[in-house]
């Protein structure tokens, strides 16, 4: 059976805006959460994020999420996010006898969220332990899978499949969904104020206006990765430029301490630096997990430009979303997210603007 709708991506949509807004100024908007941070998440990908810069993600009010590679002590009380495989989860707090007092943030980091041993182990763990344990879950590329995720306790579910930077899921399998669709027949489902799970948009973002779109088509939260890589700050091994000065071509050359005083002046001065970025199913991934099976790689490993720093990407950032909440006459994240209509364009229509 072959459903002949037309299912959208980010590129095929607009938000006009509202008829009139009686917003001012950016001064007006608040574009952070009840928490006071920013609706985003760091993929937990151990080219962006691990213990030495997770404070850095914090300071700029982005929520840091652990990678697995990162993560050795799953008894022990972590000051943020922690992304654990479902093995793991299940051998740690699947037995229902692990006690203990703060409340403690796991991501159930896996690739297919629609395996029912995932939503019997959520089920379990959370009608056992409650609001201490707070889970994310998925991935998930099924309008229908994030209401059953949300009844069996789920308290953030990352939606998304195969459209990450560095993920060859979609490409190889041809399994997937385009994200803007699911995002929006997930909300047509499952309206904000009937859910308790926040929906997670995870993978695919490529710049401010996706994030943007996301968040108004009915996202609580987008997860990055490959923006936040280009970050100078991001966990992933930084690089020297080489510069081929008879024809201008750079390459990686010496490896640098990204978090030194003299590379960040270097950077802000116009020195070039590159960085290393891995789809967390890499082979290279999978073994500095320690898996004895390796199996084929649905990820891929690349060279990345740095392009900012993370306070520079963030303040634009800020800035771009107040900017589209007040086309729109919304003040605050809450009032915007999901509640703002979208347009389909053409192709023509999108080449038109894209610069």
Known sequence: MINLTPK?????????????????????ISVYDENGMLP????????????????????????????RTSVTEYKTAHPCWTAISLKTFKEVYGNLDFEFTD???ILIDIANGHMRDLLESVEEAKSFYGEKLVLM??????????KILNDAGADYVRVGIGNGAGCLTTQNTGVGYPMASLIDEIRQLN????????LVADGGLKDFADIC????LGANYCMVGSILNKTLESAGETFRANVHHTD????????????????????????????KFRGMSTKEVQRALGNEAIRTS?????????????????DNFKDYLATHMSYVGTRTLEEFIGNVPLISITQNSFLRFKK
Do not use: C
């Open 8 to 28: 959208f991506d980010f590129n095929d949509l607009l938000v006009p805006p509202s008829e009139i807004s009686d917003i001012n100024s950016r001064k007006e």
């Open 40 to 67: 985003l998440f760091t993929a937990p990908m151990d080219t962006v994020i691990d213990w030495e810069n997770f404070k850095i993600f914090e300071e700029q009010k982005i929520y840091p999420i652990i990678p």
């Open 103 to 105: 409340k403690k943030h």
């Open 137 to 146: 879950v998925g991935n998930i590329a099924h309008p229908n899978t994030f």
């Open 191 to 198: 309206p904000i104020a009937s859910t308790r799970a926040k």
């Open 213 to 216: 779109k996301a968040l108004a």
């Open 248 to 275: 201008g071509y750079t390459e990686p050359g010496e490896k640098v301490n990204q978090y030194h005083a003299n590379v960040k002046m270097a950077f802000q001065s116009g020195a070039k630096f590159y960085k």
């Open 298 to 314: 649905e990820g891929v490993t690349r060279m990345q430009p740095v392009e900012y720093t993370l306070a520079g990407w963030v």
